[in-house]
């Protein structure tokens, strides 16, 4: 479904990602791997198009989004769930939601009340709080939202940057109870994360980028054997230096 080939992309003249190849096949999950600062948020920034990309191909189904715009990627099917869910405090859960919808086409095959309702039946507390501003809710109802304005699109595929970061165990098995009903559907995901024990239980295969560059692809199944599991960033990056 997604296919990125030699993909390079970075901010002013720092290059951050550097000739990445990845590829994610219709209703997998995988997970992008790596500690602070390996540029898994900077590629998923280069796939939406809201970092400049300096060479590479990003492909949907065959088609080439490399030079698209980051609107018409989002039409194309593929929405972003932000790490840190920069949400509009000031705004309602609702107009919070609304605003992932400014390009739901007539390809999602569904009207805007009827994404509204999709969100609220997968996250009932926001229905209960459509009203209340986004700036007033805990921060797992504030990522309920980040994930639902992701899904107002109707996307095929959703890219996820760090969704557990600082929620409590019960919120994100909550999180996670939704985002597994999201993939037995066939929803697409692909999912920055840098926590081993909930990657690797999640995905079925993982990346790991190491200083911009992908140094390790695996079946999470395998890497969960690895001998090295707890050292296994600072020995990629060892090999790598």
Do not use: C, W
């Amino acid at each position: 479904m997604l296919r990125l080939e030699g993909v390079r992309a970075g901010y002013g003249t720092a290059e951050v990602i550097r000739g990445v190849e990845l590829s994610v096949e219709a209703g997998e999950t995988v997970a992008l791997l790596g500690p602070n600062g390996a540029g898994k948020s900077t590629l998923l920034a280069a796939i939406t198009g809201t970092v400049p990309r300096r060479s590479g191909t990003i492909l949907l189904d065959g088609t080439d989004l490399s030079r698209a715009p980051s609107h018409d990627i989002v039409a194309a099917g593929i929405a972003l769930v932000p790490e840190g869910r920069l949400m509009f405090a000031p705004m309602t859960v609702e107009d919070n939601l609304r605003l992932g919808a400014v390009r739901l086409s007539a390809r999602a095959g569904s009207s805007l009340v009827e994404r509204y309702e999709y969100v609220y039946t997968l996250f009932p507390r926001l229905r209960e709080r459509r009203a209340q501003f986004a700036g007033t809710l805990s921060g797992g109802e504030q990522q309920m939202v980040a994930i639902g304005r992701a899904l107002m699109s109707a996307p095929r595929m959703l890219l996820l940057d760090e969704p557990f970061l600082g929620l409590a165990p019960k919120i994100v098995a909550e999180i996670r109870e939704s985002l597994d009903m999201l993939r037995n559907s066939g929803l697409t995901l692909l999912i920055v994360e840098q926590k081993l024990d909930i990657a690797l239980a999640f995905a079925s295969r993982a990346y790991v980028m190491i200083k911009g560059r992908v140094e390790l692809h695996e079946t999470t199944q395998a890497l969960s054997h690895r001998a090295d599991l707890t050292t296994l960033y600072f020995d990629l990056a060892a090999v790598q230096a």
